[in-house]
């Protein structure tokens, strides 16, 4: 982020949704809606072209879908951070997403508020997992999909990580902030950071959001 200001590009094939959150966010001091795009293809354009820092990508769109551009723009830029944007909040395609490189999402009926927050949190480099219908969600998703090969290999790369990196991991899942972890554990909020950046290195992972998703895919968190 260049100057404390959050480069945001709105990524929906409504206009009136792109419009919509382009007013919100441009009236937040912090944040500087720098392009939209109509589509998954133009989104992985205008990454490109514009180096946002946040991505608001709608999962439903023409030509690419937000899954397939949100894998292209955390495959090629090492940045840009995916929020996602839902209008349900059982949409089957959030969980593929978030699989995909997203390090979150919202609904499209947030608040101005839940908006702009949403997008800090996400540029700050967290996973917007605390909500409840979030962790409800990735729960959820990951108990339906029945990859027995997957388990078995997130299961064994677990492995490599010390009893207090696995307990991180789990709160991590459970979508506890480095804070509450620290909180919770009677440690410092530094020793907590330490022990995430070890355990995304030693599970090749990119953030948080994957973090927990691999949680749920080991069954190290009971779904539910």
Same mark, same amino acid.
């Not at 020793?191 to 069954?219: C, N, P």
């Given at each position: 982020?260049?100057?404390?200001?959050?480069?945001?590009?709105?990524?929906?094939?409504?206009?009136?949704?792109?419009?919509?959150?382009?007013?919100?966010?441009?009236?937040?001091?912090?944040?500087?809606?720098?392009?939209?795009?109509?589509?998954?293809?133009?989104?992985?354009?205008?990454?490109?072209?514009?180096?946002?820092?946040?991505?608001?990508?709608?999962?439903?769109? %023409?030509? $690419?879908?937000?899954?397939?551009?949100?894998?292209?723009?955390?495959?090629? +830029?090492?940045?840009?951070? =995916? /929020? *996602? @944007?839902?209008?349900?909040?059982?949409?089957?395609?959030?969980?593929?997403?978030?699989?995909?490189?997203?390090?979150?999402?919202?609904?499209?009926?947030?608040?101005?508020?839940?908006?702009?927050?949403?997008?800090?949190?996400?540029?700050?480099?967290?996973?917007?997992?605390?909500?409840?219908?979030?962790?409800?969600?990735?729960?959820?998703?990951?108990?339906?999909?029945?990859? %027995?090969? $997957?388990?078995?290999?997130?299961?064994?790369?677990?492995?490599?990580?010390? +009893?207090?990196?696995?307990? =991180? /991991? *789990? @709160?991590?899942?459970?979508?506890?902030?480095?804070?509450?972890?620290?909180?919770?554990?009677?440690?410092?909020?530094?020793?907590?950071?330490?022990?995430?950046?070890?355990?995304?290195?030693?599970?090749?992972?990119?953030?948080?959001?994957?973090?927990?998703?691999?949680?749920?895919?080991?069954?190290?968190?009971?779904?539910?």
């Amino acid at each position: 982020m260049s100057c404390g200001t959050i480069r945001v590009l709105i990524a929906d094939d409504q206009m009136m949704v792109r419009e919509g959150f382009s007013v919100l966010l441009g009236a937040m001091p912090d944040i500087e809606v720098v392009g939209e795009a109509v589509n998954g293809r133009e989104a992985v354009e205008r990454v490109r072209e514009l180096a946002p820092d946040v991505v608001l990508m709608d999962i439903r769109m %023409p030509e $690419l879908n937000g899954i397939e551009a949100t894998r292209r723009i955390v495959a090629a +830029d090492g940045t840009a951070k =995916v /929020l *996602v @944007l839902t209008t349900f909040d059982l949409d089957e395609y959030v969980y593929q997403a978030l699989r995909a490189g997203a390090s979150g999402f919202l609904l499209k009926d947030a608040s101005a508020r839940q908006l702009a927050d949403g997008v800090r949190v996400v540029a700050s480099g967290e996973a917007l997992l605390a909500p409840s219908v979030t962790k409800r969600l990735i729960a959820e998703f990951a108990k339906l999909s029945e990859k %027995p090969r $997957l388990v078995t290999t997130a299961q064994g790369a677990y492995g490599d990580l010390t +009893d207090r990196e696995t307990e =991180v /991991l *789990v @709160l991590i899942a459970q979508g506890l902030s480095n804070a509450e972890i620290a909180e919770r554990l009677v440690v410092a909020e530094s020793t907590i950071k330490t022990h995430v950046s070890r355990i995304l290195v030693k599970l090749g992972l990119r953030d948080r959001t994957q973090a927990a998703v691999f949680a749920y895919e080991a069954r190290l968190v009971t779904p539910g």
